[in-house]
């Protein structure tokens, strides 16, 4: 089948599924009063949904299926998620992206399941602000479970921090001193307004490209984009180990190499992370012969993709805050 493309030209090899959108932290620009479940809400999708959906996103042409949340770790079967995931025809690479609050203990049968790719939510490297920013006074055990990652040898990992003026917008000597000696990516997210965080995001955004300039001036040079990599733009430095990767969405362009498409925890096929709309696709992964017109449904949806996102315009869509769709 030819792969999954827009009018727009964009091919999509990559697939963010949330599988859950229950959190145990309590990030300050996310979930600040911790996660509270919606009255009456949709089960989330089971193991066999899962395995009907990327089964059809494979034959479409995804190759990379990042699982995320809210917080992943918190599904009971999430590494009989991440072995579905590993076997399915066509799929390359199983991501997941977690806040790291049980990886020491549970890195090992992930990475035995299938797992390749590793994104753990760290802020900062400083213990006081992280447990300020989170609510969780747990970066050592965290950062341990990163350490078990390297010693496993994974193919990707990468830390995310999101920018925030006032909180963590020092830390970048901190960070480098992090990956002179470490093979790790550091990926600094510009703050994204959603529903409901207007204030926090008008008190502590801070434009990516501050800190891309800074980049810049200390010799880190650009790296080619990967076909099926996420929205980075990739820095390297000949006297660091680790790499830098800054998310930008307010960027010019931002939303141009877009590669990705996204399902809730129960099943809708978001075409943004801030689109004004979800289509339903549960009722089309209840059994094996229903897999053509699921292709279908991609196919024709895929046309209702704008060229991009209307932050720049205050228009969050629909989404109230990051943990409900996996960012």
Known sequence: MTPLTDRFGRTFPYLRLSVIDACNFRCSYCLPDGYRAAHGRAKHLELDEIARLLRAFARAGMRKVRITGGEPSLRRDLTAIIGVGATTPGVETVALTTNGSVLPQRIDEWIDAGLRALNVSVDTLDAHAFARIT??????????????????????????????????????????DYLRDRDVGVRFIELMQTGDNRAYFEKHHLRAETLEAQLVDAGWSLRPRAPDAGPAREYVHPEYAGRIGIIAPYSRDFCAGCNRLRVTSTGDLRLCLFGDFGIALRPLLQRDDQAEELLAVLVSQLGLKKATHGLHEGNTGITPHLASIGG
């Open 135 to 176: 609510g969780h006074d747990r970066l050592g055990e965290i950062l341990q479970g990163v350490e078990r990652a390297r010693a496993r040898r994974l193919p990707s990992i990468k830390l995310n921090a999101v920018l925030l003026r006032g909180l963590n917008d020092d830390q970048l000597p901190t960070w480098l």
